[in-house]
């Protein structure tokens, strides 16, 4: 069975620190892989998308990135992070083309004090 | 600015009732529909997907899609406390040639003993 992971759970970081959070999953092969953020109170927001090895899509223009240097790999990261980059973030995956059912990863909370 | 609404909530109701949750979204090409539930702290986790207008029933979630209308709702009958929780109304955007969702910011649900 396929099964996602995310890590860190929880990351406390100061501003102006880097940031690499890091999603693998398991038991499939080539799937669309999507970065969200949830802010307190506000819906899941799409931050990147990928559909293959080093194929990145970003939905909103701000200070992450993403690659995805492996099939089942997914990495987000900043240089510098801002207060507002606070949140839940999600790594989600699914499994081939023609299907949009999407699962979600534990998630990492992140405070940037 | 394509978009899915719902009532933020909370909707309260006791043990043992059903629990109605309403969803409308504005683009008209949408084709897939899911509905996700999130307990406090948890990541989503999928309850349904609709495809075709009409009734799908799933134990005691029943979900139902009205594409003429644009809305999408989710019974949950013989409601628990367990159920208590916000849920998540997702359609799929691009024709969901990328799979993509659009997420609405969710209905908190509390089921009263």
């Given at each position: 069975?396929q099964?996602?992971?995310?890590?860190p759970?929880?990351?406390?970081?100061?501003?102006?620190?880097?940031?690499?959070?890091?999603c693998?999953?398991?038991g499939?092969?080539?799937?669309?892989?999507?970065?969200?953020?949830?802010?307190?109170?506000?819906?899941l927001?799409?931050?990147f998308?990928?559909?293959?090895?080093?194929?990145?899509?970003?939905?909103v223009?701000?200070?992450?990135s993403?690659s995805?240097?492996?099939?089942?790999?997914?990495?987000?990261?900043s240089?510098k992070?801002?207060?507002?980059?606070?949140?839940f973030?999600?790594?989600?995956?699914?499994?081939?083309?023609?299907?949009?059912?999407?699962?979600?990863?534990p998630g990492?909370?992140?405070?940037?004090l | 600015?394509?978009?899915v609404?719902?009532?933020s909530?909370?909707?309260?109701?006791?043990?043992?009732?059903?629990?109605s949750?309403?969803?409308?979204?504005?683009?008209?090409?949408?084709?897939?529909?899911?509905?996700?539930?999130?307990y406090?702290?948890?990541?989503?986790?999928?309850?349904?997907?609709?495809y075709?207008?009409?009734?799908?029933?799933?134990?005691?979630?029943?979900?139902?899609?009205?594409?003429?209308?644009?809305?999408?709702?989710l019974?949950?009958?013989?409601?628990?406390?367990?159920?208590?929780?916000?849920?998540?109304?997702?359609v799929?955007?691009?024709?969901?040639?990328?799979?993509?969702?659009?997420?609405?910011?969710?209905?908190?649900?509390s089921?009263?003993?």
């Amino acid at each position: 069975s396929q099964t996602i992971h995310q890590w860190p759970a929880t990351l406390v970081q100061p501003v102006g620190s880097p940031l690499s959070l890091e999603c693998t999953v398991e038991g499939t092969s080539n799937p669309n892989l999507y970065w969200y953020r949830q802010a307190a109170g506000r819906g899941l927001q799409l931050l990147f998308y990928s559909v293959g090895i080093g194929q990145i899509s970003s939905e909103v223009p701000q200070n992450l990135s993403a690659s995805r240097p492996q099939d089942r790999q997914f990495i987000l990261s900043s240089k510098k992070l801002l207060l507002s980059d606070s949140g839940f973030y999600l790594c989600a995956w699914i499994q081939g083309a023609n299907v949009d059912t999407q699962y979600f990863g534990p998630g990492t909370r992140l405070t940037v004090l | 600015q394509k978009e899915v609404e719902q009532n933020s909530g909370p909707l309260s109701v006791p043990e043992g009732a059903i629990a109605s949750l309403n969803c409308t979204y504005s683009d008209r090409g949408s084709q897939s529909f899911f509905w996700y539930r999130q307990y406090s702290g948890k990541s989503p986790e999928l309850i349904m997907f609709i495809y075709s207008n009409g009734d799908k029933e799933d134990g005691r979630f029943t979900a139902q899609l009205n594409k003429a209308s644009q809305y999408v709702s989710l019974l949950i009958r013989d409601s628990q406390p367990s159920d208590s929780a916000t849920y998540l109304c997702a359609v799929n955007r691009d024709g969901g040639s990328q799979g993509n969702l659009i997420f609405g910011k969710g209905t908190k649900l509390s089921v009263k003993p």
